[in-house]
Structure formats: C-alpha cells, structure tokens
C-alpha cells in the first residue's frame, strides 16, 4: 500500500513512523509513506496557505489552491486507481475497525491535515472522498489523527504483523474486545495466572478466551455486543457471565 500524507509539518511523522512496525513494514516494501508539504505548491514569495474567512471570525482558513494543487501532484504521479482521499476532521465519520478493514483494502491512501482554523470547504465537497474523526474532540490539527488511522490500518496488511492471527485477535477486530494476556512469572508478588491458561487443553483455553472477551465487552463497552456477530456458543457463555454477576 502506498499512503501520502499532505501536511504542513512533516516532521512531526518521523518519529511514530520510524520505528516499530511501521517502519519495518516500510522497510520490507509492504508499505510506502510519503509526506507532501502543501507551502510547496504556493507561488508567493511567502508561500502563505492560509487566510480569512469570508464572512469574518476568528482564525485562519487553510486555502484551496494549494491543497487542490499538492493531492494532483500525487495522484499525478501514482499509477493507482483503487485511491482514497481522505480528510481529518472531527466532523468526518467515525473512525472505528470496520472503517480501519475497509481502508487496507485500497491501494492508496491520501490524507489531508487541516490546521488552523479549518480548510476551505471546497476541498472537502470537490476534492475529498471522506471526511473521517477519530473522536468527539479537536486537536492541533489533523496529523496526529493521521498517525492514529495509518497505525491502524497497516496492522491489517498482509505480512505487516508477524502472526497472521495477530491482528485478527486484536480488540475490536471481531466486534469484540480482546481477552486478558498472561506472560511469566507464573506467579507474581502473590498474584497468579489462570490455571486454565496453564492446562495445555487448548479447546478450554479457547473457549476461555472468548467467555473473558465476551464478559470484558459486556463490563466496559456494552454498546459493541448489539453488533457484535455471536454464535449460538457466545449466548451460552454470555448466559453463564449473566447468572455468575448475579450470583446465581
């Protein structure tokens, strides 16, 4: 996959895209990231991208020319149809797993980073194909978010992780989230593992698993078992939890 990112500061993406997986996905040609400063494709001697609203108000207006001008020199020069345009911004969709599979099945991914007081809403009706937030709050500007939805997305390419299961029991991935995990020591400053978890019976540890994910999305985020896809098995366990929390 190949992502290019529009930003005013793109020194801000070396340090969470220089190391860990990120950066060994780049290093083994499975992703490409490219940075394009918007203040490239002005003609004042300023190179200024930014101005007042129309209408008045505070702040600044991120202008069209510019961010119109660097997203054509990219798709310019990328032979890729399967593209998507994207805009940070805490008035897009929600970014959510569903969202994060359906992006790492393009071929590129063009992100737009707003800064100051927004971007002219030209770019978003003419230029963009989606808006996406990654929460109920505003930031700086749209290159942290960015980094957030990137992370996300190339967790879900192929060969990026190094289990092909790891992804997949990633919280979220099924609807679900994740069960709790256990490493050495066996035993802590008088906290233990599970017994279950050292049985070696892998059916039990399965079914475990999934009773602790299902009991864990039912404590701390209910709202996810309405979509959740459960098997007559998961209503079992979920009965289970149900008549364990109320003593019965």
Sequence with gaps: MRIDIVTLFPEMFAGPFGHSI?????????LQIAMVN??????DKHRIVDDY???????????????FRAVESITAGANCVNR?????????????????????????????????EGIDARVGDFLVDEAI???????TGGELPAMVIVD?????LPGVLG????????????????????????EFDGYEVP??????????????????SLKTTLERRPDLMAKAQLSADDRKLIDEILAEQSGG
């Design 53 to 67: 609203a129309f209408g008045g108000g505070a702040g600044m207006v991120m202008k069209p020319e510019p961010l």
């Design 195 to 212: 017994e279950i978890l050292l049985s070696g019976d892998h059916a039990k540890i399965d079914r475990w698993r999934r009773k602790q």
């Design 133 to 139: 937030s990654i929460g109920d709050y505003v930031l």
């Design 163 to 186: 289990s092909t299961d790891s992804a997949q029991q990633d919280s979220f991935y099924n609807g679900l989230l994740e069960y709790p995990q256990y490493t050495r020591p066996r």
């Design 84 to 116: 998507r345009v994207i805009l940070t911004s805490p008035g897009g969709n929600r970014f959510d797993q569903e969202k994060c599979k359906e992006l790492a099945a393009y071929d590129q991914l063009i992100f737009i980073c707003g800064h100051y």
């Design 22 to 30: 990120i950066k060994r996905a780049c290093d083994n040609h499975l």
């Design 152 to 156: 996300a997305v190339a967790r879900m």
């Design 38 to 43: 918007p203040r490239d494709f002005t003609f």
